[in-house]
Each structure stands twice: as C-alpha cells, then as structure tokens.
T-cell receptor, first 108, second 115 residues
Framework: LAKTTQPISMDSYEGQEVNITCSHN???????ITWYQQFPSQGPRFIIQ???TKVTNEVASLFIPADRKSSTLSLPRVSLSDTAVYYC?????????FGQGTTLQVKP | AAGVIQSPRHLIKEKRETATLKCYPI?????VYWYQQGPGQDPQFLIS???????DKGSIPDRFSAQQFSDYHSELNMSSLELGDSALYFC??????????????FGPGTRLTVL
C-alpha cells in the first residue's frame, strides 16, 4: 500500500479556499486516492475519491496530476464547521489504511 | 438516508471481561469493516467481511473475533479485555469490495472503556 505524506496541521480563516496536498510517490497503477474528514469522537466521513485528473463534488475538488504522485484536496470557502482532521488514503482494496492526517483549524 | 448503526454507543468493562460490539450496515451494503481508534491516534483497520466471509485482516488481536451474519450485521467479540483496548471502535459499510465503488460509510462508533 502506498505511503502518504501530508502536513500535520494547517490554519485558515472563514471564507478562504483551503488546499491540502498529499504526497504518494509509490502509488500503484490500481490505487485510488480517497479523502476522509473526521471530527472529534465521530466516524470518518467520505469527502471525495479520484483516480486521475480532476474530480469535483458538492463539497470539494480533488486535483491529481498526470504522474499521480500527489493529490490536492481543495475546500472552497471554508467555515468554522470545517475544522477537522483530513485524511488522504491511497490503495486498491477495501480496507483503509489511515496515516497521519492534517488537522485543519478554521478561524473566524 | 439510513446510516450505519452501532450498539452500544458506550461500554464500560473491567479487565479480563468480554465485550460484544454490534454493527448494522446501511441497507443493501454487503461489506463491513471494523476499525479501532485509540486516544489521539488514527483509525486502525481490524478486519472486514464481504458477503459473510472474512475478506481482509489487519492488526486485530487474537483475543478479538468477528463475524458477519446472514442479515449482514456484524459483531466484534473481545475477550480478556486489557486497559489498552480502551478506544473508539468504528464500523463502516460499503456496497461491494471494489476500489472504485467501495466508498465506506462509517458509523458513530462505540466508545469502550476498560477499567
């Protein structure tokens, strides 16, 4: 399973766009990139998944360059309620291997 | 929309006791996963079941066992509890076991405290 590296923490202000980059240099051909959000004492919540190029849904966008060795989660116009831990996961199969996530702190 | 249901939500046990955690997946989901999250740690995969058969195994202690029943609900049985077993236990479910379609939906978790 590909190892991921993401910043330990990030700060932002309400209304700003936040980009969290994840490195996964040894990603395999059949690996997908998935991002989860977790609030304290709650189960992780699926945000977005992609394989290549760009994926967008109602809450976020995921940018994946052609070499797929990194990915960037983009959260538009964050609010205080987006304060959470964000996990980047890479793998081919069902089980999720959580590495150290990024703690995003949104300030007023 | 229906979500994953876990019971109980909180459980307090003494050392060396046993505990059983239950998970009811989203209707029509056939795959169940169990994760353990210790205080200040990231979730760790324990075990998964697809169509009532064990599909993958992670860092699950030998003292723990799990199964998926005919109605797709799953139970995690934990024996000889240790203080270090105190954690949040999450169950997740998905439709199928394909990397492109197996988005996992997590339940609210069971907080197990071992005294």
């Amino acid at each position: 399973l590909a190892k991921t590296t993401q910043p330990i923490s990030m700060d932002s202000y309400e209304g700003q766009e936040v980009n969290i980059t994840c490195s996964h240099n040894n990603i395999a051909t059949n690996d997908y990139i998935t991002w989860y959000q977790q609030f304290p004492s709650q189960g992780p919540r699926f945000i977005i998944q992609g394989y290549k190029t760009k994926v967008t849904n109602e809450v976020a966008s995921l940018f994946i360059p052609a070499d797929r060795k990194s990915s960037t989660l983009s959260l538009p116009r964050v609010s205080l309620s987006d304060t959470a831990v964000y996990y980047c996961l890479v793998g081919p199969t069902g089980k999720l291997i959580f590495g150290q996530g990024t703690t995003l702190q949104v300030k007023p | 929309a229906a979500g994953v249901i876990q019971s109980p939500r909180h459980l307090i046990k003494e050392k060396r006791e046993t505990a059983t955690l239950k998970c009811y997946p989203i209707p029509r989901h056939d795959t169940v996963y169990w994760y353990q999250q210790g205080p200040g740690q990231d979730p760790q995969f324990l075990i998964s079941f697809y169509e009532k058969m064990q599909s993958d195994k992670g860092s699950i202690p030998d003292r723990f066992s799990a199964q998926q029943f005919s109605d797709y609900h799953s139970e995690l049985n934990m024996s000889s509890l240790e203080l270090g077993d105190s954690a949040l236990y999450f169950c997740a479910s998905s439709l199928g076991y394909s990397a492109s379609t197996d988005t996992q939906y997590f339940g609210p978790g069971t907080r197990l405290t071992v005294l």
